[in-house]
């Protein structure tokens, strides 16, 4: 089975840009998860998705952040504008109900100057 | 409150010895789940487990759901070994979300 799919593996962009990035989960993983991870520190939970509906976003900075899963398969991260402090990886995992096959994308790691 | 912890930060040892991290939670749990990342690298599921014992090759998982403690054990340990082991937990049934201990960053010496 295909794993989950990240775009892209490398971001550069200087504060106050706007960045995207695309996750494709693993077919048939209704849930989808974006976390942040900090160099140095474990994975943070930004969004979690039930199909296309949202189950957690406590932790995601809505006012700069923004992610959907229109169709509840894809999703997009947004930030805009970004800030120095956002330089991390975003990884990108799904799973079945329960958390059955939690997978991991490769993540992208965005460096803002 | 829903925490994890794991033992130790920070392990270097020599090739072939045998490894184990350690990992334990403050509550009960639905499952657990030990990853590995590679520097720069993403994260791979190892194992989820609930109860009992998993081994695949090298590597083996226990969980002791009453004393709520997990250990990862690698045998015949090899450089490529080498990463950040991270020990997350389901603490609520029938929710994916994930609480992650801090990680153990392994080094194998050859």
């Known amino acids: 089975e295909a794993g989950v799919a990240q775009s892209p593996r490398y971001k550069i962009i200087e504060k106050r840009q706007s960045v995207a990035f695309w996750c494709n989960p693993i077919?048939?993983?209704?849930?989808l998860y974006w976390y942040q991870q900090i160099l140095g520190q474990g994975p943070k939970l930004l969004i979690q998705?039930?199909?296309?509906?949202?189950?957690?976003d406590s932790q995601l900075p809505k006012d700069r952040f923004s992610a959907e899963r229109l169709k509840g398969v894809d999703s997009t991260l947004k930030i805009q504008p970004a800030k120095l402090e956002d330089s991390a990886v975003y990884l990108c995992?799904?799973?079945?109900?329960?958390?059955?096959?939690?997978?991991f994308g490769s993540g992208t790691r965005l460096t803002v100057v | 409150k829903n925490e994890v912890e794991q033992s130790p930060q920070n392990l270097t040892a020599q090739e072939g010895e045998f490894i184990t991290i350690n990992c334990s939670y403050s509550v009960g749990i639905s499952a657990l789940h030990w990853l590995q990342q590679h520097p720069g690298g993403g994260i791979v599921s190892l194992f989820m487990?609930?109860?009992g014992k998993k081994k695949h090759g090298r590597l083996i998982a226990t969980i002791n759901i009453q004393e709520k403690h997990s250990s990862l054990h690698i045998t015949a340990s090899h450089p490529r070994d080498s990463a950040v082991y991270i020990c997350?937990?389901?603490?609520?049934?029938?929710?994916?979300?994930?609480?992650f201990g801090t990680g153990t960053r392994l080094t194998i010496i050859p």
């Open positions: 077919s048939g993983h209704a849930t």
């Open positions: 997350a937990a389901h603490f609520d049934f029938g929710n994916e979300k994930l609480t």
């Open positions: 998705f039930q199909n296309n509906g949202v189950v957690d």
């Open positions: 487990l609930s109860s």
């Open positions: 995992a799904s799973s079945r109900t329960g958390g059955v096959g939690y997978t």
